[in-house]
């Protein structure tokens, strides 16, 4: 069981607006730590998506969207491309346990 | 550009222990956190702990603790894992990831990952 809760999967056609959201608590989201999401494509390591709640690295797509309220926060992918298709997982900080924490992956399915 | 470079495939025998390499080139290895995380198969991405070399003191999760040794030499900018006490469960890839931002603060994300080592533990 995840500290982090995230969906287990969405899906989407070609072209929509997907979101996946990221449910924590008053000691990691809630305490007012970052949320970051990385993409991870079948058989490679995981990508930095979004770090500092929407912030993208450089290289990703505008298409990639972070939000944070509360103790929630999602990701928003836009024009979802065939290429999206892959596991996403958001990260934060846990105080109460001292260390990173991750929700247990979101599987995006572009129909 | 920073790249990270894990060691290869170990399979071990339950009650053992392994050693993961994982070599930093680009960027500046001793200020930033090397950490580790694992994924078992078909499973979600598991945090381990972490080490930032100039200081030399790792933290690890509560789940690892006594169990797991990360340590990181500054003259050949590697960190390594060495997990002991295996059992079936920690059959996974074990990945090796720089943070950034503020590590001791808990503001920090992993910015660049290595490619992963795979470790089957079976009799």
């Known amino acids: 069981q995840s500290v982090l809760t995230q969906p287990p999967s969405v899906s989407g056609a070609p072209g929509q607006r997907v979101t996946i959201s990221c449910t924590g608590s008053s000691s990691n989201i809630g305490a007012d730590y970052d949320v970051h999401w990385y993409q991870q494509l079948p058989g490679t390591a995981p990508k930095l998506l979004i770090y500092g709640n929407n912030n993208r690295p450089s290289g990703v797509p505008d298409r990639f969207s972070g939000s944070k309220s509360g103790t929630s926060a999602s990701l928003a992918i836009t024009g979802l491309q065939a290429e999206d298709e892959a596991d996403y997982y958001c990260?934060?900080?846990?105080?109460?346990?001292?260390?990173?924490?991750f929700g247990g992956g979101t599987k995006l399915t572009v129909l | 550009q920073v790249q990270l470079v894990q060691s290869g495939a170990e399979v071990k025998k339950p009650g053992s222990s392994v050693k993961v390499s994982c070599e930093a080139s680009g960027g500046t290895f001793s200020r930033n956190a090397i950490t580790w995380v694992r994924q078992a198969p078909g499973q979600g991405l598991e945090w381990m702990g972490g080490?930032?070399?100039?200081?030399?003191?790792?933290n690890y999760a509560q789940k690892f603790q006594g169990r797991v040794k990360i340590t990181a030499d500054e003259s050949t900018s590697t960190a390594y894992m060495d997990l002991s006490s295996l059992r079936s469960e920690d059959t996974a890839v074990y990945y090796c990831?720089?943070?950034?931002?503020?590590?001791?603060?808990?503001?920090?994300?992993?910015?660049?990952w290595g490619q992963g080592t795979l470790v089957t533990v079976s009799s």
């Open positions: 080490i930032i070399p100039i200081f030399g003191t790792a």
């Open positions: 990260q934060s900080y846990d105080s109460s346990l001292s260390g990173s924490i």
């Open positions: 990831a720089r943070a950034g931002g503020d590590y001791r603060s808990g503001w920090y994300y992993f910015d660049y």
